[in-house]
């Protein structure tokens, strides 16, 4: 159903087919990520975006085989990278996928950094488990990839612990980290969000370059439609463990089709224009026990009709062939009206 | 003027290392700002540029060193215990995370009636109608009252830290980051309630935000601050659209627009903010400004008027 973007013949970087993924809460199991599909051409960036608790980041642990052992699972669908399916693999083979396929970076670098190593081994650490390289060869490569991603003085901070650097310079470790073993596509989930404004756009732009030269394939997820409208060429929304919304960017921000994305945008202050008025979106996302059936957006939403008590598939919207959205008033399919 | 604060400075002293060393971090050096009746004044700028501290010192949260206060007509800083306590009642602060704010065993109609208490402003019959009317006007049902803080979403809780600051009818409220743990469409719920108490009830805001959007929707005027001082402020909307200072043209630059055709920042000048242990001389953002020259090494540029209200910190800027 997605839009594929890559050149006829060419390998998407990373390709979901179906993705479901359930939680158990309080012994049952529900659908926190529903039928998620998406494709990543190298050398481009989707962003995923919806507020707290819509599945964006359980899509990308899931992805990535992260789920939490016992309360999660991925219960369909399938994950490739490349001409490699990493989905339905055992834990000890997705350790070889992790950082070396698909590269990954999270919102608090400090973290995901061991407090009590040097940074310059923690890079190159990953070089040695994925490549077998030797200690010399891959400390060498890691000083490499820490000029690579911008950090000043390189070679003294080679030694440093995590503590001495800054949250930007961390995250730029974490870079450096994620991009050792030469991914071709890189899961970020809301990397710039701890960070400072000046150095959230210093960190993006450095995505930005890294991304040029070397083609790599980005799903960034993030709250932030000013950080998704200055850095993806595709976007899509989340609500309710859906997709209710997928559109090039700027097809999006021109013309945002599914009505929780429309009020997404006008419930957003901004700082390039006057906002005469906020209109907060009524109420709040229902817990996964309370979600209603169908539309899982129904109740907040000002367009309901009675045919939203059913699921309405993601389907292309007049505005054009890559805009696809999932709602029964804005986007019905072909021979159905609302 | 309803809050009137001058020259406001305040050094943290702390050790560091072994063997340890003395530090000390000038966070606030010479900071000054009026706010008057219904207004709202914000406060922008990175992470440790001072902004949280000029919005406790305001109320003695924290202990300024040297400068002053004035609420009222009234003298802050050299206020004893007992007028400083009637002083707060007229001074309120909101904070980012109600859910630190907020004692969790607390049910809320106690956590609301006890300002009332303490300040022996209701007591009985009263008390309760107070508490009821002050949950009303921020949107939550009577029966919250009965509730413990943990029983509410994110933004419920941060209208409970908001009629908590309202049920002693204060003048000003300082609110530190106070819609910044929320999303979007809760943002925007808890940023028009404020909007409406501000109007309603002529209430004057300290804002403090790094989220300049957020501060353009609420705040009047607006205060941008680099280490310790201010170095631009003006009414908010001409400080945004035509900013003046180079450390304002940079954080608007760097801000991110939900609009795919604006300009993106690509000439972020590498380097971060440094360390308020060890603030460079003269003008603060000059290893980062792209308009240095000696002067600017050498002294600290003197806030002066420039036009249509504003006020400006540089040398080389008019």
């Known amino acids: ?338 | 003027m309803l809050l009137d604060v001058a020259a406001l400075t305040k050094t943290f002293h702390g050790q560091e290392g072994f063997p340890p060393r003395r530090t000390s971090l000038r966070a606030l050096d010479g900071v000054s700002f009026q706010v008057g009746h219904g207004e709202a004044l914000g406060i922008v700028g990175e992470s440790g540029c001072g902004k949280s501290t000029a919005a406790r010192a305001t109320l003695r949260l924290v202990e300024p060193d040297g400068g002053s206060v004035n609420y009222d007509g009234q003298d802050v800083l050299a206020a004893g215990p007992k007028a400083l306590r009637t002083l707060r009642r007229h001074m309120q602060m909101v904070f980012q995370d109600p859910a630190s704010a907020l004692d969790p065993r607390q049910r809320v109609g106690d956590a609301l009636a006890e300002p009332l208490r303490v300040h022996r402003i209701a007591k009985g019959a009263d008390l309760v109608r107070r508490v009821k009317a002050v949950l009303d006007e921020v949107g939550l049902p009577a029966a919250a009252a009965e509730r413990y803080p943990h029983e509410f979403s994110g933004g419920q809780r941060q209208r409970i830290g908001i009629a908590r600051a309202l049920v002693l009818e204060p003048g000003l409220v300082i609110a530190d980051e106070p819609v910044s743990a929320l999303d979007v469409s809760v943002q925007a719920q808890i940023l028009k309630l404020l909007a409406r108490l501000k109007a309603d009830r002529r209430l004057a805001f300290v804002f403090v935000s790094h989220d300049l959007g957020v501060v353009r929707y609420f705040c009047e005027r607006t205060a941008v601050m680099y280490l310790g001082r201010i170095i631009e402020s003006g009414p908010t909307s001409t400080l945004f659209d035509t900013p003046k200072h180079p450390y304002t043209v940079l954080l608007r630059s760097a801000s991110p627009v939900p609009d795919p055709a604006a300009e993106v920042a690509r000439s972020i000048p590498e380097g971060e903010p440094p360390s308020p242990m060890n603030p460079p001389p003269g003008c603060h953002f000059h290893p980062r400004c792209p308009l240095a020259s000696d002067v600017c090494r050498a002294e600290v540029p003197p806030l002066r008027a420039s036009d249509a209200g504003r006020v400006l910190a540089c040398h080389n800027v008019e």
Not at chain 1, 59 to 85: C, F, N, Q
Not at chain 1, 242 to 263: C, I, K, L, M, R
């Open chain 1, 1 to 338: 159903m997605n839009a594929a973007q890559s050149a006829p013949g060419a390998l998407p970087a990373l390709a979901v087919e179906g993705l479901t993924a359930s939680l158990r809460l309080g012994g049952t199991w529900y659908d926190a990520v529903r039928d998620v599909s998406f494709q990543i051409a190298e050398g481009e960036t989707l962003a995923l975006v919806g507020e707290s608790g819509c599945g964006k980041s359980l899509t990308a642990m899931a992805i990535m085989g992260l789920l939490p052992d016992k309360i999660g699972r991925m219960s369909a669908g399938t994950v490739t990278a490349g001409e490699r399916r990493i989905s339905g693999l055992t834990e000890k083979q997705m350790e070889k996928i992790r950082g070396d396929a698909v590269g990954m970076i999270f919102q608090e670098p400090m973290s995901s950094l061991n407090p009590v190593l040097r940074v310059g081994f923690q890079i190159a650490e990953s070089l040695i488990y994925h490549r077998d390289m030797s200690r010399r060869a891959a400390s060498k490569r890691a000083l490499e990839l820490m000029e690579l991603v911008r950090i000043p003085a390189a070679a003294q901070r080679f030694r440093a612990y995590p503590h001495e650097f800054s949250g930007g310079m961390r995250q730029r470790v974490m870079i450096a980290l994620a991009l050792a073993c030469s991914p071709r596509v890189l899961i970020a989930d809301e990397p710039t969000t701890a960070l400072d404004v000046t150095v959230q756009a210093q960190v993006l732009d450095l995505l930005r370059g890294l991304q040029d030269e070397h083609g790599l394939g980005i799903l960034l997820i993030t709250h932030n439609l000013g950080v998704v409208a200055s850095n993806a060429q595709r976007v899509m929304v989340m609500y309710g463990g859906d997709v209710v919304e997928s559109a090039p960017v700027g097809a999006f921000f021109a013309n945002p089709q599914h009505p929780y994305s429309a009020a997404l945008m006008s419930a957003m202050p901004r700082v390039d224009r006057a906002t005469e008025d906020l209109n907060p979106i009524p109420g709040q996302v229902p817990s996964l026990q309370e979600m209603p059936a169908g539309c899982r957006y129904q109740g907040r939403c000002p367009l309901r009709v009675a045919k939203c008590a059913e699921r309405p598939p993601l389907v292309a919207v007049s505005e054009g062939p890559h805009h696809l959205a999932r709602c029964w008033v804005k986007a019905p399919p072909p021979g159905e009206g609302a």
